[in-house]
């Protein structure tokens, strides 16, 4: 794989330079840097729930402001500045690749596209504000202190662009670059995934962007839309904010299963079971996306049928990514799969996967849901979401990349262990919330009642974050020790799985 | 274009619709059981407010930071906020309904045990959240 | 895993081009010092990013303070008033029609009075009642003078009482609070002369003589019940306050509690927003956390009964408040 035109560049040049390779490391590197940022964000807030601060003790943060801007900024951080982007990285590194073309559309906007992020993130990180990354109003209006709100505001105006103008890149990209001999038929799930998760991009974001305009002005004062004092309504807001982040969880999601039709194929020396599957899923779900959003919202007050309209909605995404599931053990049946780190991931991955869309068809349920809104369950649902699927794909990608971008290859074992400890430690950390949860504690809260049950699991949820902390530290350092030290890799098959079937454009499964 | 027959994967779609579908019909028969208020339940206004909750019964009582009912009676709750958003929870009660500034939101139960609840606030709404709780007392009928 | 220099190519394809030790260090060196240029900057303005609340709070109050404190010296006057609406429902109005006697009443008060509304909804929609010194719109309802809400009107048939009490001269208006109603009539007039007698509504020339308080923000260990210095059925439980008018008075309070609380000086307990006298120490905005404190100094104003408290929502309300009597 063509990694570099010239020899020694200097780092300006890089950092400058248009070509995708360049921009997809230039975001894989902020992203891993966020990643391990957020993440150390949520081992605070994990150590700070250890224990009920009874009597003044078992308390690490000084006051609940602190606690809540920490968690705010976690979860923004790891969604805006750690998904999305890896998702970009990966996008713009192999898609033209895939698409047999020379670089994306328009190579100096997809430069601009990534240079938006590490100012939103100096907005968003320097003001670190306090009402959660949901932003919800009145409370964000007339409750949450500035400057650190309105710099939120303006970080995450930047980052819809960034994310509006990678989408246009990638559309154009794969539908009208692609090589005249390559039918749409032929494209690689990678690059279809891309494709979808860009459409949901274009549609949803604008309202978002929409919202947080509308948001800004009622922070100022001239304009009433979601402050009732002012005549307007907040649930506006819900709705706006969830028509996009209802298919942003898509987006989120969507290229983390396309690395993951990557991977299994490959490793298990086999091809996908079903291609017209997969893309037909794909676009099932991208359209379905938007038909379940205010299940969000189950309990604002909504009418029967409004909610049963939504949760309609939610179930009908069920069976698009039960497809993909069916794929990806199809494609492994008789396979010879080979367990290598990243095979590791993605089978984790996948494991996770049907567990958080499990957990989630109880909360689509109506009056299950009356149990587990805004409790823990709900946050370990959502975070066996975007640890356990998509932080999994994301992370077994960055090991099969490792070889191709590097030219080394990793330490199998530390991977190894990497990834062991992470199961663990996720699964120790989720499904331990989603009992929590069912006890009935709430989410966002810096302390708790010291009801035993809560503490017990709490401790619990804090050890498996300790241990996901840990295989991160290992593989922190696993990444940079072997990207400038690591055994030299063999380019034409890094991880020993025979056969010419490492390319993506070179193919040669019999059913392309 | 695959050679493969795929008649598995059919049948697999099959279930998980049908299963879908029957999650779906259980949920819709429940909530709709759920929803309906049964007549004369007792009205008690409640209202939310960083950092506490206040209670007005019928009767004009009035309590801040706990609640009195009595065993086996229906209770309707109109829950209302002065600032913003918070859920009334009663977790032990299944009693969840966001306090919406500028609305009135609704929801009944009817406690069945003598005991001690917790009430607690389900929707992020700044510094002390995390204590807006309060305690319901289902006490014996007094007459 | 940044860029790349020449090795030893070992593949017959293309030149790979992989990066040495040195330059990965010096990327990991760029990292670190971005993060601790930002985490400088950060800690170093830690108070400033969350100091200042947005700018509709202001414009929000600030119809709450135009509002002046008022200390119920004067007498009581009863009001009834009933919502009445038109048969095409296209005006509406207290008590009255447009052209018939007794239509929306002007009300004529002096400063220190009291008004009693008894209000009923005589018609066959939703309203409710307030008091305001806007001249138009439905904001800037003054606590206390409040019967229902927007969010919580009063039905056909259901009534209610409040009080207001004039603390400045100039016109007030009672209006139905849903929104639209006012414009379409339902608003009459309240007429405030200046206060009656004696010294009862003038504040004293300052007198010289200085005070010094201590009250420290206690809170109970199940956070429900708040109060000052001590708390109920302890010594010293939000302590009276009692100095003569013009005298100068100096409060020191701590938070020896493990929340947020400000503190000042109202005529209204349950109105946060209109703290007299220049009074206050921190707001809502920008609290006490556990362990500050603060102290003010003011003169105290026309005799009367008012009240410190707290200044947290809901802080007075669950105990934090004492009396502050001026003689």
Not at chain 1, 272 to 295: E, T
């Amino acid at each position: 794989m063509v990694l570099e035109f010239q020899k020694p560049r200097p780092i300006w040049q890089i950092m400058f330079s248009t070509h995708h390779t360049d921009i997809g490391l230039l975001y894989l590197i902020s992203s891993l840097a966020f990643l391990f940022l957020g993440g150390s964000l949520a081992l605070a807030i994990r150590a700070e729930l250890f224990f009920p601060n009874i009597e003044g003790t078992g308390q690490i943060i000084a006051d609940s402001m602190t606690f809540n801007r920490i968690f705010t900024v976690h979860g923004t951080t790891l969604i805006f500045l750690f998904i999305i982007p890896f998702a970009s990285a990966v996008g713009n590194y192999f898609v033209p690749i895939m698409v047999r073309y020379k670089d994306m559309a328009y190579p100096k906007l997809n430069a601009i596209a990534f240079w938006m992020i590490p100012p939103a993130a100096v907005l968003v990180w320097l003001g670190f504000a306090d009402f959660t990354w949901y932003a919800q109003p009145p409370y964000s209006i007339i409750s949450a202190p500035g400057p650190a709100a309105d710099m939120w505001i303006f970080g995450l105006k930047i980052l819809g662009i960034s994310s509006v103008l990678g989408a246009i890149n990638f559309v154009v990209t794969i539908l009208k670059c692609k090589h005249p001999d390559m039918s749409i038929g032929q494209v690689p799930l990678l690059a279809w995934s891309f494709l979808v998760t860009s459409c949901i991009i274009i549609v949803a974001i604008p309202t978002f962007a929409a919202a947080l305009l509308m948001l800004l002005t009622d922070r100022l004062g001239i304009s009433g839309f979601f402050n009732p004092a002012m005549g307007g309504d907040p649930i506006a807001y819900s709705h706006l904010f969830w028509f996009t982040f209802h298919p942003e969880v898509y987006v989120l999601v969507l290229p983390a299963i396309g690395m993951m039709y990557e991977i299994i194929p490959r490793f298990s020396r086999k091809p996908i079971y079903s291609y017209n599957s997969g893309i037909f899923a794909f676009v099932l779900l991208a359209i379905v996306a938007f038909s379940s959003w205010a299940h969000h919202m189950f309990a604002t007050g909504m009418s029967f049928t409004e909610k049963t309209v939504f949760m309609v909605g939610t179930l009908a995404a069920v069976p698009a990514s039960a497809m993909h599931v069916f794929n990806f053990i199809a494609t492994m049946w008789n396979g010879r799969i080979k367990f290598a780190t990243p095979m590791m991931w993605a089978v984790g991955g996948i494991a996770l996967f049907f567990a958080a869309g499990a957990g989630g068809v109880v909360n689509s349920a109506m009056p299950l849901d009356f149990s587990t809104h805004d409790s823990y369950w709900v946050v370990g649902h959502f975070h066996l979401f975007v640890m356990g699927t998509i932080a999994f794909a994301s992370i077994g990608f960055v090991y099969y990349m490792f070889p191709y971008v590097t030219g080394r290859m990793y330490n199998e074992t530390a991977g190894k262990a990497h990834f062991v400890l992470s199961f663990v430690g996720t699964v120790l950390v989720f499904f331990t919330q989603h009992v929590l949860g069912l006890f009935g504690m709430p989410r966002r809260v810096f302390d708790y009642p010291p009801i035993p049950e809560w503490i017990a699991m709490n401790q619990i949820a804090s050890v498996g974050a300790m241990i996901i902390g840990t295989s991160m530290v290992i593989f922190l350092i696993n990444m940079i020790y072997s990207s400038a030290k690591g055994e030299l890799a063999n380019i034409e098959d890094p991880f020993g799985l025979g056969g010419k079937y490492y390319y993506p454009f070179e193919a040669k499964n019999p059913h392309h | 274009m695959s050679g493969h027959s795929n008649w598995p994967e059919w049948i697999y779609i099959a279930v998980v619709v049908a299963l879908m579908a029957w999650v779906g019909a259980e949920a819709w028969n429940a909530e709709r059981l759920v929803e309906h208020v049964p007549e004369g339940a007792e009205v008690i206004k409640v209202t939310a407010q960083q950092w506490f909750w206040t209670f007005e019964h019928e009767d004009g009582t009035k309590e801040i930071g706990e609640l009195h009912v009595e065993v086996g009676k229906a209770y309707k709750f109109e829950i209302e906020s002065k600032d913003v958003i918070h859920s009334f929870n009663i977790h032990d009660y299944v009693v969840l309904m966001d306090a919406v500034p500028g609305r009135v939101n609704t929801v009944w139960f009817a406690p069945t045990d003598v005991g001690e609840h917790a009430i607690q606030c389900r929707e992020y709404c700044g510094l002390l959240h995390y204590n807006m709780r309060g305690t319901l007392y289902v006490e014996e009928p007094s007459s | 895993m940044s860029d790349k220099t020449e090795h030893t190519a070992n593949e017959s394809k293309q030149q790979v081009y992989r990066t040495t030790p040195e330059r990965t260090g010096k990327m990991m060196i760029i990292m670190l010092g971005i993060c601790i240029v930002g985490a400088i900057v950060f800690f170093s303005l830690w108070d400033y990013w969350i100091a200042t609340p947005a700018p509709v709070v202001a414009m929000m109050a600030g119809e709450a303070e135009h509002a002046a404190s008022a200390a119920a010296t004067g007498k009581t006057i009863t009001q009834d008033l009933t919502f009445i609406e038109s048969s095409d429902f296209r005006t509406l109005a207290f008590n009255a029609l447009p052209n018939e006697a007794g239509h929306n009443p002007t009300i004529q008060m002096n400063v220190g009075d009291t008004v009693v509304f008894n209000v009923d909804n005589g018609g066959i929609s939703f309203h409710s009642f307030g008091v305001t010194k806007a001249d138009e719109g439905f904001a800037g309802i003054i606590p206390g003078s409040e019967i229902g809400a927007a969010s919580n009107p009063l039905k056909p048939g259901e009534g209610g009482s409040s009080e207001f009490v004039a603390g400045e001269e100039g016109t007030y208006y009672y209006i139905c609070t849903v929104p639209g109603h006012r414009e379409q009539g339902m608003v009459g007039e309240i007429i405030i002369g200046p206060a009656q007698g004696g010294s009862s509504g003038i504040a004293a020339a300052p007198t010289g003589v200085s005070h010094e308080f201590t009250l420290n923000f206690v809170e109970s260990s199940d956070f429900r019940t708040l109060a000052f210095n001590a708390l109920p059925d302890e010594d010293d439980h939000n302590p009276e306050i009692r100095v003569n008018s013009g005298d100068e008075v100096t409060i020191t309070v701590a938070n020896m509690g493990k929340s947020f609380h400000s503190f000042g000086v109202v005529s209204n307990p349950e109105d946060f927003n209109s703290v007299i006298w220049d009074s206050a120490i921190a707001a809502m905005a920008s609290p006490l956390k556990p362990g500050e404190g603060g102290s003010t100094t003011f003169v105290a104003g026309a005799p009367g009964t008012y009240y410190y408290i707290c200044t947290i929502p809901g802080h007075a309300l669950q105990g934090m408040q004492g009396s502050f009597i001026v003689e």
